[in-house]
């Protein structure tokens, strides 16, 4: 189906600088430099200084002794590599400056999707809100590789009716991604979007040979773009990595949403917090608004199959997980713009007004605002975001202090941390000389394994029990111990294991030996006295926190 913004009653605009385009990735990379937030990229780092310096990729786990030698398929490896190469170099600045890049360089890549007729006014007022949900999930994390190939994607997809080999591009691009992040599958979801929509299209049109590419080159990247999938280090296990994830966003929900917040839905956090968090607010908005561009599209009689799909398949992703909430942002934000390209094509007034001069000054002066508020600090004040402009780390939220003071000289090689996100800064500084029971990494470990940790964090939580001297959370992460000095070390951070810490500091057979404001780290009372090291001070836990979460 040929749209309307390319063929409207209208001549064509003058074309002008794209000055609206530019502005707004330039609110979207400001608004994405936010200090350093989520914990996996601390073991992703790990991982990727491992794979640097043996040249070859994990097949067991190696730094966790819950899982110590299970299979580990390690899907992220090439994001692994990147992020420790940007991480030597620049430290944690130049991480989150290279993701920031990235996800900007993805709305610049869905924006440049649009078609040739499209005012730029309508194209920035669009993308604000997409924008703004794409913050809800703004870490270092291998889906950024994927965030960027589904924006390429549909950029290469939407730019082939006037160069069809664009198509080709797609299986090398496949070909990288897949080896950055598990559910780059996706790309090739989108393809078969494409070419369904085109079979139909050419149904439909009784053998009119339609604009772009010919069926067979159509096939032919699907094809391949398949393909690309197999070319890892873990083959046809990698190729089909993706569907134990969808599984656990399906069928194990329940019990995977219990253990990880990415895997929880949205509506989850809707029924907890309403519609406070102004980030929260704008996914839901963007799906009613994107939603209602459809209601504009079937009353001009316009509905397109592909648009459909793609709107339709990444609501549903977003609302069963929340880790699916970017590739919405910029699904969502496409097709909109797609929809209401058309809808103002064949209105001559809203045409003209969007390309009035007057109106492009007033959007632009909006996003020179928006943009300064930002690096001010008013947009995090009005929003509520309680974060910062920036490219460091979050204030007192990495435990560095309790993971480092638990690998040194003469403590435990094992270690209970928690809460397990936190463990990735254990791995981080001691792996894998010192090994934590389990971390973040859901890809290997036991169900079983999950289990135990649950098992024993509650354990810890329980005050009476513990200041009864309960030993049983021991059966689990210190089988077999014949004495105190066989026991591994508890790491505990302040935030989110307040009430394990409360716990522990009532147990008499454990000494609290160092305390910040980020964590504690705990010891058998025979270790600690074997290392001479008395009670910690308990004055940084109960310190003001200043930590912006």
Known sequence: MTPVADTGPLPTPARRPPVLILLTVCFALLLFCMPLGGFDIWWHLKIGEWIVENARVPRTDLYTYGSLGMPYLDQHWGFQVYSWILYSI????????????MVSAAVAAGMSSRYARTPQSLVA?????????????????????????????????????????LLLILPLQQLIV???HAVSIISVGVMGFFVLDRAWLRWRSQGVPLAGSGWKLEWLTLGAMALAGL????????????????????????????????????????TLDGLTRFFLMSFFVQIVLGSLTFLLAWRDRRVDLYRVLLFSTFTYLALSSQRNVNLFAVVGGTVSMWNLADWAAVRPRVQTWLTARR????????????????????????????????LSERIHYYIHGPAQFAGREGMPKHAYVAD??????????????????????????????????????????????MAAGDRSFLEI???????????????LDRELSARQISGMLENPDWRPVFIDRTGAVF?????ADRLGLPPASLAPIFAPRDYRD
């Open 90 to 101: 620049g430290g944690v600045p130049l991480l989150g400056l290279a993701k920031s890049a």
């Open 477 to 491: 992460i210190a089988p077999g111990a014949r004495s105190q000095d066989e026991w591994p070390a508890i790491v």
């Open 420 to 465: 397990f996100g936190q463990a990735s800064l254990y791995v981080f500084h001691n792996g894998p000389e010192h090994l934590s029971f389990m971390d973040g990494r859901l890809e290997h470990p036991r169900r079983s394994t999950i289990e135990g940790y649950e098992q024993v964090y509650n354990q810890l939580a329980d005050k009476p029990a």
């Open 178 to 180: 897949i080896n950055c």
């Open 231 to 270: 070319i890892s280090p873990y083959g046809v296990d990698g190729w089909l990595f993706p569907l134990s994830l969808f599984l656990k966003i399906s069928v194990e929900r329940e019990f995977w949403s219990s253990v990880t917040y990415e895997l929880v839905s949205p509506l989850r956090f809707l």
């Open 359 to 390: 109106t492009e000054l007033v959007i632009g002066g909006l996003l020179v605002i928006l943009s300064l508020s930002v690096v001010t600090g008013l947009w995090h004040r009005v929003t509520n975001a309680r974060r910062d402009f920036g």
């Open 523 to 527: 010891l058998s009372r025979s270790i």
């Open 125 to 165: 007022l669009v993308w604000l809100l997409p924008i703004c949900v794409l913050t809800m999930r703004n870490f270092v994390r291998p889906e950024i590789f994927a965030l960027l190939s589904i924006a390429l994607t549909l950029w290469i997809l939407r730019a082939s009716s006037e160069r069809p080999r």
